[in-house]
C-alpha cells in the first residue's frame, strides 16, 4: 500500500483519519507492507503507525539534489514502480484547517497516477455526514 499526506494535514481529524485508513488497509491486506516517501505530518504519523503494527516499511525519498523541483513527482514513480495494490492519499486537511483549499500537488499526483494505471485509489477525507470546521 503507498501513502502521500500533504504536509500541512497534522490535525487531530487528520491523524484519525490516516489511522482509519491504514487500519482499514491493513485488515484488507494482512501482511501488507506501507510504501511512503518518508514526508513530514501525515507520512511520519504513518510510520509511527507501521512501527506500532509491525508492518514493514518502505520509504522512497525524493532525491532533491538530482531531481530538483520533480524531486516529489519522481517519488512517486518509485512507489508505483513497487505495483502496490492500493494508494491511499490523505491531499489536503480534512477539518478545512490551513492549507485546505488546494490539494496537494505530490499527493493528488499520486493518486491520479494510480488512477490511470488502474491500481485502486482512495482519498482520505472526512467522514460522510461530518461537517467541515465553521460550517
Known amino acids: 500500500v503507498a501513502l502521500r499526506g500533504a504536509p500541512s494535514a497534522v490535525s487531530e481529524a487528520d491523524g484519525m483519519r490516516?489511522?482509519?485508513?491504514?487500519?482499514?488497509?491493513?485488515a484488507e491486506w494482512p501482511r501488507m507492507a506501507l510504501a511512503t516517501t518518508g514526508a513530514a505530518g501525515p507520512e511520519r504519523l504513518a510510520r509511527s503507525w507501521a512501527g506500532q503494527k509491525g508492518v514493514r516499511l518502505i520509504v522512497a525519498r525524493p532525491d532533491f539534489a538530482r531531481h530538483g523541483r520533480a524531486a516529489p513527482f519522481r517519488a512517486n514513480d518509485e512507489l508505483l514502480a513497487l505495483e502496490p495494490v492500493c494508494v491511499l492519499a490523505l491531499t489536503?486537511?480534512?477539518?478545512?484547517?490551513?492549507?485546505?483549499?488546494?490539494?496537494?500537488?505530490p499527493a493528488l499526483n499520486l493518486l491520479q497516477q494510480a488512477q490511470a494505471r488502474g491500481v485502486r485509489a482512495l482519498r482520505i477525507g472526512r467522514r460522510r455526514g461530518t461537517p467541515a470546521a465553521g460550517s
Open 18 to 26: 490516516l489511522f482509519d485508513a491504514l487500519n482499514w488497509a491493513r
Open 92 to 105: 489536503a486537511p480534512v477539518d478545512g484547517g490551513e492549507g485546505a483549499g488546494r490539494p496537494f500537488g
